[in-house]
């Protein structure tokens, strides 16, 4: 049943391109909000500041329109809770921070990173948990002051509670954190700054968001975050404490996890490679969730439909770029010819096209194109799959050449052309006819009559159905191209 008063985050930090596991997340929220019909809120952590960059804002807001998700408050929308940039909400930081200093739920810790390292050490050595030792907690006047006259600049920390935080993860069920395991950490620079530990719960409890789904890999500040929600619920700054979800790991290569530096990662790879939004985006569902037991190909609108959080697995999920490449070319076969044709575009022209731009011919590649979509499993392919149709001679690969060149190839390619020449060049099945009899009289099945013609012609081995193509090639470029071939075999 939908629940029109969900209210979830994406809350990505704009340092560098976004990633696939980034991506997966939003995809969760966005479609965790549509199916309830509740809202998605997109906010921008840019409080980084030797990190984060203008152009990684402008790039995230480009890839979230590319996959074609909409956000209901946020950048360039607005909403009640602005602004959405938490470089824009420093005074609402300082303010809570000041709050929970004066309520007595923080306080000021003068150690130095050398002390701090000195009983973690020793923490360590004698075998017990190595967090903050809560040397600061209850600092008499005079012990404040005389750090102070040092000239000590402290940071501020949040006073955990001392007893177990539980609470009912939506992925992995009940959770259960001890307080020695979870200790007094920091929510304010020495600097003043604030730290993501204050300004993304605080966001959230300012926005009233009801759900965080996020990685697995913030799992660990759940129970400082449901301290920090009930410290400002008691404030009056907190209306509710979300419910968290922790989504499953996507993997990499060699069972690690799947790191934004891996270059499979990268979102842009998938874009400039020619993947379709909605292919990317149902394969990326199927990281940790599933549509059915027996079907893996879907629209956005059907996973939007039955997403529920239920179905969301906590074991990892592993990044198989095969399956992502077999699903998107499943995706690209379900596409309006013409949307098809209109989304290959890009790869038509510079700087992907190896032909000059007025050698393209609008009708052949509208003839083309119905069958190149049969064939490709992502756009970028079309450009090779095409481009005998535009070059003026086909491309040389000499190990197409080598492979297929075997036995007689100029007593085929000769036998070939003769029929070839004879044959009905308004029927692509005529053509296949005349190459078939070509090898008959060769002793060969059509397999094997056929490369030879197909590397003469195209220069490669593997392309889009023969035929077809030399049917919309036509007779006389098909010919001649025959020609230089034997020439080369024989010269």
Partial sequence: MANANVRVRFCPSPTGNPHVGLVRTALFNWAYARHNQGSLV???????????????????????????????????????????????????????????????????????????DARRDAARAAGK??????????????????????????IVRFRMPDEAITFEDLVRGEITYQPENVPD???????????????????????????????????????????????LTELGIAKLTPAFGHLPYVMGE????????????????????????????????????????????????????????????????RFDLKKAESINGDHIRMLDVKAFAAACEP??????????PEDFDQAAWEAIAPHAQTRVTVLSDITANVDFLFLKEPVEDEASWTKAMKGDPVGLLTTARAKLEAADWASADSLKEAVLAAGEEHGLKLGK????????????????????SLEILGKDRTLTRIDAALAKLTA
């Fill in 42 to 116: 997109f906010r921008i952590e840019d409080t980084d500041a030797a990190r984060d960059s203008e152009e990684s804002y402008e790039q995230l807001l480009d890839s979230m329109r590319w996959l074609g998700f909409d956000w209901d408050e946020g950048p360039e929308i607005g909403g009640p809770h602005a602004p959405y940039r938490q470089s824009q909400r420093m005074d609402i930081y300082k303010d809570v921070a000041e709050k929970l200093l004066a309520a007595g739920h923080a306080y000021r810790c003068y150690c130095s990173t050398e002390e701090l």
């Fill in 185 to 231: 950490f920091g929510i304010v620079r020495a600097n003043g700054a604030p730290l993501y530990t204050l300004v993304n719960p605080v966001d959230d409890a300012l926005m009233e968001i009801t759900h965080v789904l996020r990685g697995e890999d913030l799992l660990s500040s759940t129970p400082r975050q449901i301290a920090l929600y009930k410290a």
């Fill in 347 to 356: 790869w038509l022209r510079a700087p992907f096209a190896n032909w000059a």
């Fill in 254 to 317: 060699g069972n690690k996890k799947l790191s934004k530096r891996d270059p499979q990662a990268s979102l842009n790879l998938y874009r400039e490679r020619g993947f379709l939004p909605e292919g990317l985006l149902n394969y990326l569902s199927l990281l940790g969730w599933s549509f059915s037991a027996d079907q893996d190909v879907f629209s956005i609108e059907d996973m939007v439909a039955k997403f529920d959080l239920a179905d969301v697995n906590a074991n990892p999920a």
């Fill in 449 to 468: 009559a056929q490369a030879p013609v197909r590397v003469a012609v195209t220069g490669r081995t593997v392309g889009l159905p023969l035929f077809e």
């Fill in 129 to 154: 948990p190595s967090g903050y030792d809560g040397h600061c907690r209850d600092l008499s006047a005079e012990q404040i002051a005389a750090y102070e006259a040092e000239g000590r600049q402290p």
